[in-house]
């Protein structure tokens, strides 16, 4: 009789049927958890990597994008799911990371939005010097220039500002249950932009970094770059499995070793006299595997403005993005 009972438990739990997860939009980058790739190409503003984080509850997106393509993507991935969209995280200010906050907002408007509180400064700042100097570059456009249409764009986007601020911001890290689903936040004050966010999702084991790891190279633009260098110390510490940048292709921990060497590589060798082009080459060689083949020409002209302009710059201009890390 035992004998009985025990093959129809059995049977209960093999024969029930199983529903198969739906698939993830995007390329996987583990279970439940999947990359929309921003583009990043020369001559065009570059949007940055989504990550899309499936909890029981609906849909964790870490970052909006840029252009309204990109955020499409987004809205499509969750409207085909089935699941509402219930937390957007922006791992920084910059434009390529938050401009999709307001399409996404409009189309939910019940999503909490989390983020650095960052965005506020930059937009009496910052991006308020970056909207003068696009009014003005617009005010000398010919009629009809194409150039000029791309810039009206972002200029609109600067001026949707209050709309891209969080309903949640955060100026510190810790543990979070979202939509159903744990996850750790890290925050970082004085690296790349004055309040970069990092999340790892314990159960994937993975890292979404945001800018504080890109490819082909980094971005210093507003970057206190000793500070970022502390920073992924403490990246490293993170017990992630795959790390997935701002921009660029996600990688393992032997991937982000290379990355920090490189640049701590970098910062020396602009540290030393020398030709710039030495620098640039020797990170291409020291980050080699990490930057696609296509990206080549990109990551020169990167780092052909970043060395002269910012990281051989007067120790002032350096010092600039700084003053919060302390
Ligand atoms: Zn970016």
Same mark, same amino acid.
């Given at each position: 009789?035992?004998?009985?009972?025990?093959?129809?438990?059995?049977?209960?739990?093999?024969? *029930?049927?199983?529903?198969?997860? *739906?698939?993830?939009?995007?390329?996987?980058?583990?279970?439940?958890?999947?990359?929309?790739?921003?583009?990043?190409?020369?001559?065009?503003?570059?949007?940055?990597?989504?990550?899309?984080?499936?909890?029981?509850?609906?849909?964790?997106?870490?970052?909006?994008?840029?252009?309204?393509?990109?955020?499409?993507?987004?809205?499509?991935?969750?409207?085909?799911? %089935?699941?509402?969209?219930?937390?957007?995280?922006?791992?920084?200010?910059?434009?390529?990371?938050?401009? %999709?906050?307001?399409?996404?907002?409009?189309?939910?408007?019940?999503?909490?939005? @989390?983020?650095?509180?960052?965005? %506020?400064?930059?937009?009496?700042?910052?991006?308020?010097?970056?909207?003068?100097?696009?009014?003005?570059?617009?005010?000398?456009?010919?009629?009809?220039?194409?150039?000029?249409?791309?810039?009206?764009?972002?200029?609109?986007?600067?001026?949707?500002?209050?709309?891209?601020?969080?309903?949640?911001?955060?100026?510190?890290?810790? +543990?979070?249950?979202?939509?159903?689903?744990?996850?750790?936040?890290?925050?970082?004050?004085?690296?790349?932009?004055?309040?970069?966010?990092?999340?790892?999702?314990?159960?994937?084991?993975?890292?979404?970094?945001?800018?504080?790891?890109?490819?082909?190279?980094?971005?210093?633009?507003?970057?206190?770059?000793?500070?970022?260098?502390?920073?992924?110390?403490?990246?490293? +510490?993170?017990?992630?499995?795959?790390?997935?940048?701002?921009?660029?292709?996600?990688?393992?921990?032997?991937?982000?070793?290379?990355?920090?060497?490189?640049?701590?590589?970098?910062?020396? /060798?602009?540290?030393?006299?020398?030709?710039?082009? %030495?620098?640039?080459?020797? @990170?291409?060689?020291?980050?080699?595997?990490?930057?696609?083949?296509?990206?080549?020409?990109?990551?020169?002209?990167?780092?052909?403005?970043?060395?002269?302009?910012?990281?051989?710059?007067?120790?002032?201009?350096?010092?600039?993005? /700084?003053?919060?890390?302390?």
């Amino acid at each position: 009789m035992r004998g009985l009972l025990a093959i129809a438990l059995s049977c209960l739990a093999a024969c *029930a049927p199983v529903r198969a997860p *739906a698939p993830l939009p995007g390329e996987p980058v583990a279970a439940d958890v999947a990359l929309l790739r921003g583009r990043f190409v020369p001559g065009a503003q570059p949007d940055g990597n989504t990550v899309l984080l499936r909890a029981p509850a609906g849909w964790i997106v870490v970052d909006s994008g840029r252009h309204p393509e990109h955020t499409a993507r987004i809205l499509e991935s969750v409207r085909a799911s %089935g699941l509402p969209l219930r937390v957007v995280l922006n791992t920084h200010w910059h434009m390529d990371h938050v401009a %999709g906050n307001a399409m996404l907002r409009a189309a939910h408007p019940r999503a909490q939005v @989390w983020a650095s509180p960052e965005l %506020g400064r930059a937009l009496d700042g910052f991006l308020a010097d970056y909207a003068r100097q696009l009014d003005a570059m617009l005010a000398g456009a010919a009629p009809g220039d194409a150039q000029a249409q791309a810039l009206r764009a972002e200029r609109a986007r600067i001026a949707a500002g209050p709309r891209l601020l969080p309903t949640h911001p955060l100026t510190a890290g810790g +543990a979070h249950a979202w939509a159903g689903r744990r996850i750790v936040l890290g925050v970082e004050t004085g690296a790349v932009s004055g309040g970069d966010v990092w999340l790892f999702d314990p159960a994937s084991g993975v890292l979404v970094a945001g800018d504080l790891v890109t490819l082909p190279a980094p971005l210093f633009d507003t970057a206190c770059a000793e500070g970022w260098r502390a920073a992924l110390a403490r990246l490293e +510490a993170v017990p992630f499995t795959t790390l997935v940048p701002g921009h660029g292709a996600p990688m393992d921990r032997a991937g982000f070793a290379r990355y920090w060497r490189a640049f701590d590589r970098l910062l020396e /060798c602009a540290a030393r006299d020398g030709a710039a082009a %030495g620098c640039r080459e020797a @990170w291409l060689r020291d980050a080699d595997g990490l930057i696609a083949a296509g990206d080549l020409a990109l990551a020169r002209s990167l780092l052909d403005h970043y060395l002269p302009h910012v990281l051989r710059a007067p120790s002032e201009r350096r010092a600039r993005h /700084c003053r919060s890390a302390g």
